[in-house]
């Protein structure tokens, strides 16, 4: 398990639903998918390894959920400018998270 945090320390996160409108392969990368997520007001740019679960193709449309204000990083050359969330399995396996319904691009989580 893992440090608890405070409900104040919770409601700082910015968990939002993104819809995914581009995803690419990152060149020279054999698990990096380069992403281009609509948040409704905005859209940003997300680096995630994932390309061993999902082809690009099978992201486009997909609404998922993302951290928003993670500090942003260099990877591979791209700015991640937010965070796709995924779950592991004990055998490795990645699932990203998507809502249960059909939720607007932007809709906040918490």
Known sequence: ?????TFAEFQKMDLRIGKIVEANAVPNSKK?????VDFGAEKRQAVAGILKWYTPEEL????CVF????????????????MILAAEDPDGNITVLVPEKDLAEGSKIG
């Not at 398990?1 to 945090?5: F, G, L, T």
């Open 67 to 82: 951290l928003l204000n993670l500090q942003r990083r260099m990877i591979a050359g791209l700015e991640s400018q937010c």
């Open 1 to 5: 398990m893992s440090e608890e945090i």
């Open 60 to 63: 486009v449309g997909k609404k």
């Open 32 to 36: 990096l998918i380069q992403l281009q």
